[in-house]
């Protein structure tokens, strides 16, 4: 297992990370962990040399913690990294107060002692910055555990702009930070900008969504082709996380892998970890030109828009989308003969019709609360009124 030296300790950290937001389920209940699939999965990784563990206070409904504490318990605790994070929207106006009793109990359901880095969970604006973390006392609070040895690194991960990025880096010296960053967002969210200042200013890298909630992996067939001729013996998920490993100032990438496929496939893509190439970029600027041609909707399933006061299956019904979009099978009348518009037809609604009729996309309100949270910044409602629109244009 390749790893990278963090500044700070002098002490090498897996350059995977093991992301534990899409872990296997015995249900279609999010909470619903399946501990034995999940227990294997982490097992398999950390006998691979995974060493750094990524939870949250909200990950699988708050049902993460319980797992990685449990799954954790059965290795030395000096031989792992543990890293969680503080939900500032469930701080509030609660300041410090509120954000001592998530900590505790977190540090409960992780059946630990400290946690080795923390992070101020999904940074978004300034304001909201100041109001919880600044002026509420969060931040101070955060900085007294690490005072006393509860919290090791201190960092955040961010979904913001630029401005806002180079404000945090100004405002102090963090440890580490977390940003979303894979060869799609580089130029597509500015992320090479927010790469750019984390090396200016001296603060190493932790990166998610790498392969894009998975939307990396199942790219349109023209691009899966391109990436295929270049390297026949490499999985199309192997081109992203080494494009985010591939960077310097990169201390670890997150995978949130949840299956053992996935598993073995990263685990062997960073062992005997080797950089992309002047020719593997080239080759990739040619696959996102064609996977930007095929017009799907930058979703990582990330569910933060999973509390939709309708109950709106968001994730699922942009997957039936993307899937459809990614494989040019949208039932679109430009492009197709009389024959293929009814098979396209016939296949995107069967897809859509799985979701259920109350949880499809005509039950969109506008409310608006799911744009709020995106960290995509996704205009989830607009996106919405027009696959709506072309279901009822279709049936």
């Given at each position: 297992?390749?790893?990278r030296?963090y500044?700070?300790?002098?002490?090498?950290?897996?350059?995977?990370?093991y992301?534990?937001?899409?872990?296997?389920?015995?249900?279609?209940?999010?909470?619903?962990?399946?501990?034995?699939?999940?227990?294997?999965?982490?097992?398999?990784?950390?006998?691979?040399?995974?060493?750094?563990?990524?939870?949250?206070?909200?990950?699988?409904?708050?049902?993460?913690?319980?797992?990685?504490?449990?799954?954790l318990?059965?290795?030395?605790?000096?031989?792992?990294?543990?890293a969680?994070?503080?939900?500032?929207?469930?701080?509030?106006?609660?300041?410090?107060?509120?954000?001592?009793?998530?900590?505790?109990?977190?540090?409960?359901?992780?059946?630990?002692?400290?946690?080795?880095?923390?992070?101020?969970?999904?940074?978004?604006?300034?304001?909201?910055?100041?109001?919880?973390?600044?002026?509420?006392?969060a931040?101070?609070?955060?900085?007294?555990?690490?005072?006393?040895?509860?919290?090791?690194?201190?960092?955040?991960?961010?979904?913001?702009?630029?401005?806002?990025?180079?404000?945090l880096?100004?405002?102090?010296?963090?440890?580490?930070?977390?940003?979303?960053?894979?060869?799609?967002?580089?130029?597509?969210?500015?992320?090479?900008?927010?790469?750019?200042?984390?090396?200016?200013?001296?603060?190493?890298?932790?990166?998610?969504?790498?392969?894009?909630?998975?939307?990396?992996?199942?790219?349109?067939?023209?691009?899966?082709?391109?990436?295929?001729?270049a390297?026949?013996?490499?999985?199309?998920?192997?081109?992203?996380?080494?494009?985010?490993?591939?960077l310097?100032?990169?201390?670890?990438?997150?995978?949130?892998?949840?299956n053992?496929?996935?598993?073995?496939?990263?685990?062997?893509?960073?062992?005997?970890f080797?950089?992309?190439?002047?020719?593997?970029?080239?080759?990739?600027?040619?696959?996102?030109?064609?996977?930007?041609?095929?017009?799907t909707?930058?979703c990582?399933?990330c569910?933060?828009?999973?509390?939709?006061?309708?109950?709106?299956?968001?994730?699922?019904?942009?997957?039936?989308?993307?899937?459809?979009a990614?494989?040019?099978r949208?039932p679109?009348?430009v492009?197709?003969t009389?024959?293929?518009?009814?098979?396209?037809?016939?296949?995107?609604?069967?897809?859509?019709?799985a979701?259920?009729?109350?949880?499809?996309?005509?039950?969109?309100?506008?409310?608006g609360?799911?744009?709020?949270?995106?960290?995509?910044?996704i205009?989830?409602?607009?996106?919405?009124r027009?696959?709506?629109?072309?279901?009822?244009?279709?049936?």
């Amino acid at each position: 297992m390749e790893n990278r030296i963090y500044a700070r300790t002098g002490k090498p950290v897996s350059l995977l990370g093991y992301g534990t937001m899409r872990m296997p389920l015995n249900s279609e209940d999010n909470k619903d962990i399946n501990y034995e699939a999940g227990k294997a999965l982490i097992d398999r990784a950390y006998k691979a040399g995974v060493n750094y563990f990524d939870t949250a206070y909200m990950y699988h409904g708050g049902e993460s913690e319980n797992f990685v504490g449990d799954a954790l318990s059965a290795y030395p605790r000096e031989t792992f990294y543990l890293a969680d994070k503080m939900p500032g929207w469930m701080v509030g106006d609660g300041g410090a107060a509120k954000a001592k009793e998530i900590f505790e109990d977190q540090l409960k359901k992780c059946r630990v002692d400290y946690i080795d880095f923390y992070l101020c969970h999904a940074l978004g604006s300034k304001e909201d910055f100041e109001k919880i973390y600044v002026n509420g006392g969060a931040l101070a609070y955060l900085d007294s555990e690490k005072e006393a040895g509860r919290i090791r690194n201190l960092g955040f991960s961010f979904h913001g702009s630029v401005e806002f990025f180079e404000y945090l880096m100004q405002f102090r010296k963090w440890d580490f930070c977390q940003i979303q960053l894979n060869y799609m967002d580089w130029d597509n969210q500015n992320a090479k900008e927010l790469y750019r200042l984390s090396v200016e200013y001296g603060v190493q890298l932790i990166i998610m969504e790498p392969v894009r909630g998975g939307s990396l992996v199942s790219l349109c067939d023209e691009a899966v082709s391109i990436l295929k001729t270049a390297e026949p013996d490499r999985s199309v998920a192997s081109w992203a996380i080494r494009f985010a490993a591939s960077l310097p100032n990169v201390l670890c990438v997150l995978s949130g892998m949840s299956n053992m496929e996935q598993v073995e496939d990263n685990c062997a893509t960073m062992t005997d970890f080797k950089a992309l190439t002047e020719e593997d970029h080239a080759t990739l600027a040619g696959a996102i030109a064609a996977y930007n041609r095929a017009g799907t909707i930058p979703c990582t399933a990330c569910r933060y828009c999973f509390e939709c006061p309708k109950g709106i299956q968001i994730p699922e019904i942009f997957a039936v989308y993307n899937n459809a979009a990614a494989e040019n099978r949208l039932p679109l009348t430009v492009g197709h003969t009389e024959e293929e518009f009814a098979a396209c037809k016939a296949a995107f609604i069967a897809e859509y019709d799985a979701i259920p009729a109350e949880a499809q996309a005509h039950n969109c309100v506008n409310c608006g609360k799911c744009k709020e949270v995106c960290p995509q910044s996704i205009d989830i409602p607009r996106k919405l009124r027009e696959i709506a629109g072309m279901v009822d244009r279709i049936r």
